[in-house]
C-alpha cells in the first residue's frame, strides 16, 4: 500500500479512482488551475461572508433543544475555522458530512413545529433591485425612441449608430418566457401519480398548481416559469431522479416548489424577465474573436465588448444586491424540503449533490455517446452504484474545499446541511411510498430523453 507523500500515513486506493490521504486530505481535490489559484483571496472573502450569512441565520432561528431534534445518522458539521493549523486551508479543508440516513420510513401527517428561515426581506437592497430591473424593461422604448429619432434626422451618418439603437430594442424586447429546452413535457393527462405527488407537495409549501412537468437530461432539476402568463413548471432531470430514493425524490420536489413561494425575486416576473433581458445583452456582447476571424472581426468584437461593458456592471450591481436575498431564499426552500420529506431525507438528498450527481455526470460524459437508449438508465444505474464509500468521502471533502467559491445563490452545500440538521424534522409531511407507478409513466419520455443524450454526446464528437 502506498504512502502519503505528505504525512507517510496509508493511501486510500479504489482503482480507477484516484490515490487520496484521508488523514491529511492530500489530493482531495486532484488539481487546481492557476486561474483558481488566483482567486483565492476572493474565495476567502466570499467564504467569510457566506458564513456570516449562515451564522446570522441560525441565531435568528436557534437550534432546536435535543427533545425536539431529529434523530437522524447524521455526523456534526463543524464549522470551518479562521485559521487552520494547516497552511494549505485553501486548498485542503477537511470535511466532515453524514452517511446516507436511510430509506424510506413511516411518515407522520403532522410534524413538529420549527423556526422558519427568513424569506427575502423587502428592504432597501430589494427596492434598489427592482428599481434597476424597472430601468432595464425601460431601455426598450428608450432605444426605439432613439433609433427612430435618428433616421428621421435624414444625416448618413446616423444610420448606422440608429441601427444600432433599433437592434438593442429589439433584443431587450419583452418576450414570452420559453419553455425548458430539450425536454419532454407531461401533463396531468399523462402522468396522474406524479402530479397527485406534486398536488401533496405544493399545498404542504405554498406552491401555485402546476400543471406541466418538463423531463430532460441534466443530472439537475428547477422551477421556472414559462409563457406570456409565467405559468409555472416544474423540470425534472431524470438522471437525477433516477439515482434519489423515493423520500429524497420528495424533497427535491419540495425544494423545487417552494422557491415559487418564499420571496425570491429571481423568480417574479419584474426582476426575472429583468435578468433574462441583460443576460441576452451579455450574451451578444461576448468577445467571441478567434484566430483566423480577420482584422475586421476583431474590432467590431472588441466594440461590442467595450459596449457590454456596462451591461455586466448593471447585471453584477444587480446580483450583488440579490445575494442575501438569494442564499437566504435557499435555505428558506431547504427548510421547507425538510418539512415535506423529512430532515434525514433532505440531508441525504444534498449530501447527494456532491456524490452520486458527480457520477451520473461522468458517465453521461463518457458513455452517453455508445450506450443505447434502451440500455442507458440502467446502466447509469449500475455505474453510480459501484463507486465505493471511499471515493464518495473524497468527494465530500472536496466539495466542501471547492464550495468556498460559492456562486451568488447558493449557500455551500456543508452549511445547507448544517441548517437543516438543525430542524425538527425527523419525518416529513408527505408519504413517500412506492414509486413504481411514476416510474411506469416516466418510461417513454425516459427513452425519448435518452435518444437526445446520445445524439447530442455523438454530435459533440464532430464538434
Known amino acids: 500500500m502506498s504512502a502519503c507523500p505528505e504525512c507517510d500515513q496509508p493511501l486510500t486506493s479504489e482503482p480507477p479512482h484516484p490515490e487520496w490521504c484521508s488523514s491529511c486530505d492530500w489530493n482531495v481535490v486532484r488539481s487546481t488551475s492557476s486561474r483558481e489559484l488566483q482567486k483565492v483571496r476572493f474565495a476567502r472573502l466570499q467564504a467569510r461572508l457566506v458564513r456570516g450569512l449562515h451564522e446570522d441565520v441560525l441565531r435568528s432561528h436557534p437550534t432546536p433543544s435535543t427533545s425536539t431534534a431529529p434523530s437522524t445518522s447524521a455526523a456534526p458539521f463543524p464549522a470551518p475555522s479562521a485559521r487552520d493549523p494547516r497552511p494549505d486551508l485553501a486548498h485542503r479543508p477537511h470535511l466532515h458530512l453524514a452517511a446516507d440516513p436511510g430509506s424510506t420510513a413511516a411518515i407522520r401527517n403532522t410534524a413538529p413545529t420549527a423556526p422558519t428561515a427568513p424569506t427575502a426581506p423587502r428592504g432597501i437592497a430589494r427596492a434598489v433591485v427592482y428599481a434597476l430591473a424597472l430601468l432595464t424593461h425601460l431601455l426598450t422604448p428608450a432605444f426605439l425612441i432613439l433609433g427612430i429619432y435618428l433616421l428621421t434626422r435624414g444625416a448618413l451618418f446616423a444610420v448606422l449608430p440608429a441601427l444600432v439603437a433599433l437592434d438593442l430594442a429589439w433584443l431587450l424586447r419583452p418576450r414570452a418566457a420559453p419553455f425548458p429546452p430539450d425536454t419532454r413535457p407531461l401533463t396531468r393527462e399523462t402522468a396522474p401519480h406524479l402530479f397527485a405527488l406534486l398536488d401533496r407537495i405544493g399545498a404542504e409549501v405554498g406552491a401555485p398548481r402546476t400543471d406541466v ?95 457590454g461593458l456596462p451591461v455586466r456592471g448593471l447585471m453584477a450591481a444587480m446580483e450583488l444586491l440579490l445575494h442575501r436575498t438569494s442564499q437566504r431564499a435557499e435555505y428558506r426552500a431547504d427548510e421547507l424540503g425538510a418539512r415535506v420529506a423529512g430532515t434525514s431525507a433532505m440531508i441525504s438528498l444534498l449530501d447527494a449533490l456532491n456524490t452520486r450527481a458527480l457520477s451520473a455526470f461522468g458517465f453521461l460524459e463518457s458513455s452517453a455517446h455508445t450506450a443505447k437508449p434502451e440500455n442507458l438508465w440502467t446502466a447509469l444505474r449500475t455505474s453510480v452504484a459501484a463507486v465505493p464509500a471511499s471515493e464518495l468521502e473524497r468527494r465530500r471533502r472536496a466539495a466542501r474545499l471547492e464550495e468556498l467559491r460559492v456562486d451568488s445563490t447558493h449557500p455551500p452545500t456543508y452549511l445547507r446541511m448544517e441548517w437543516v440538521a438543525a430542524l425538527p424534522y425527523p419525518e416529513g409531511r408527505v408519504q413517500a411510498g412506492d414509486d413504481s407507478p411514476i416510474d411506469k409513466e416516466l418510461e417513454t419520455v425516459a427513452l425519448q430523453v435518452a435518444q437526445t443524450i446520445r445524439e447530442n454526446a455523438q454530435s459533440a464528437l464532430y464538434r
Open 213 to 307: 412537468v418538463a423531463i430532460s437530461g441534466e443530472v439537475n432539476a428547477s422551477s421556472r416559469t414559462y409563457g406570456w402568463r409565467r405559468r409555472p413548471v416544474i423540470e425534472i432531470g431524470y438522471p437525477m431522479w433516477l439515482i434519489l430514493t423515493p423520500r429524497e425524490r420528495v424533497g427535491l420536489l419540495a425544494h423545487e416548489m417552494a422557491h415559487s413561494s418564499n420571496g425570491d425575486s429571481r423568480h417574479g416576473f419584474v426582476v426575472g424577465s429583468a435578468f433574462h433581458s441583460l443576460a441576452v445583452l451579455v450574451d451578444v456582447t461576448r468577445f467571441d474573436w478567434k484566430e483566423g476571424d480577420g482584422l475586421a472581426r476583431l474590432i467590431a468584437e472588441s466594440l461590442l465588448a467595450v459596449l
